[in-house]
Nanobody, 115 residues
Framework: QVQLVESGGGLVQPGGSLRLSCSASRSIFSIYAMGWYRQAPGKQRELVARITSDGNTDFADSVKGRFAISRDGAKNTVYLQMNRLKPEDTAVYYC?????????WGQGTQVTVSS
């Protein structure tokens, strides 16, 4: 099993930045893929960014060039750096780990982009 704890959400003005953190209960290099998803009110949960154990990354078209995903193996933590935030980025952001054919979710952290 994998337990995930997210942090770093909050309220930010349009054009601002936030960094989300997701700490895993086991080595992130033992996990096939870790990623960030988001869910806005009335919408389906969607993939934002993902990184595999061998370092390959994948991003939603809507965040390419603005968001970056990175990891710190010593801390078993994956980060989502979000720049040039837009109001449409407002959502609950969830960390996900795909480990041994099972997906695990964090509790979610709210990101609100508003002036």
């Amino acid at each position: 099993q994998v337990q995930l704890v997210e942090s770093g959400g909050g309220l930010v003005q349009p054009g601002g930045s936030l960094r989300l953190s997701c700490s895993a209960s086991r080595s992130i290099f033992s996990i096939y893929a870790m990623g960030w998803y988001r869910q806005a009110p009335g919408k389906q949960r969607e993939l934002v960014a993902r990184i595999t154990s061998d370092g390959n990354t994948d991003f939603a078209d809507s965040v390419k060039g603005r968001f970056a995903i990175s990891r710190d193996g010593a801390k078993n933590t994956v980060y989502l750096q979000m720049n040039r935030l837009k109001p449409e980025d407002t959502a609950v952001y969830y960390c996900n780990a795909f480990y041994e054919w099972t997906g695990y979710w964090g509790q979610g952290t709210q990101v609100t982009v508003s002036s």
